[in-house]
C-alpha cells in the first residue's frame, strides 16, 4: 500500500521535474496497484494530479476519464474526502483547456470547490480555485470580478508570502 503512494508520488515529482512520458506511466500503474490492492485513501487525490498532469500534456479525454474516477472513488466511500475540493478545481481546469463544457458548468466546479475548500478551512485550496475561477473570469472578460476572487481569498493569509501561489495570486492582483 505504501510503496504505490511512494511509487506514484516520485512519478508525480518526477513528471513535475521532467514531463517525461515514463512519469505518467509510473503514475497510472501506481494508481493500478493501489486499485487492486484495495485502495489507500489517497486515490482521489492521486486521480486528481493524475488528471492535472494529462490534461497539462493535452491528453484532455484521458484527463476526463481520470478525473471522473476521483469523483467516482470518493461517491463509493460515502465520505466528503479532503481531496474533493481538488477534485473539483481540477475538474473545472481540464474542462476549460479541452473547452468541452459550457463556461457556466466550469465555473461552478471552481465555485463548489472554493465552497468545500472554505468549509474545510483549507486555505491554500480555496486559493487554487480562485485562481483557477479568476482565469475563467478574465477570459469571459471580467478583469475586476477575477481580481475581487482572488483578493478576497489572498487577504485571509497572514504569513508565507513567499510561497509560489501566493506569490502568483499576488501578481494578478497589480
Known amino acids: 500500500m505504501h510503496a504505490n503512494i511512494g511509487a506514484f508520488s516520485v512519478g508525480w515529482c518526477d513528471y513535475l521535474a521532467t514531463g ?3 512519469s505518467l506511466n509510473q503514475m497510472r500503474d501506481a494508481l493500478a496497484r493501489s486499485k487492486n490492492a484495495g485502495g489507500t485513501g ?47 478545481r481540477i475538474m473545472g481546469d481540464v474542462l476549460r483547456s479541452a473547452d468541452a463544457a459550457p463556461r457556466e458548468t466550469v465555473h461552478r466546479h471552481f465555485q463548489e470547490a472554493q465552497s468545500i475548500a472554505a468549509a474545510q478551512g483549507a486555505l491554500t485550496l480555496e486559493l487554487r480555485a480562485a485562481v483557477s475561477l479568476a482565469a475563467l473570469l478574465s477570459e469571459q472578460g471580467d478583469p475586476e470580478a477575477a481580481r475581487a476572487t482572488v483578493q478576497a481569498v489572498y487577504d485571509r493569509f497572514t504569513e508565507g508570502f513567499d510561497n509560489p501561489e501566493l506569490v502568483h495570486a499576488k501578481s494578478l492582483l497589480h
Open 42 to 88: 489517497r486515490e482521489p487525490y492521486h486521480y486528481a494530479l493524475f488528471a492535472d498532469c494529462l490534461s497539462t500534456e493535452g491528453r484532455y479525454d484521458e484527463a476526463l476519464l481520470t478525473i471522473e474516477e476521483a469523483f467516482d472513488v470518493i461517491e463509493r466511500k460515502r465520505e466528503h474526502h479532503w481531496a474533493k475540493a481538488e477534485a473539483h
Open 20 to 22: 517525461a512520458d515514463d
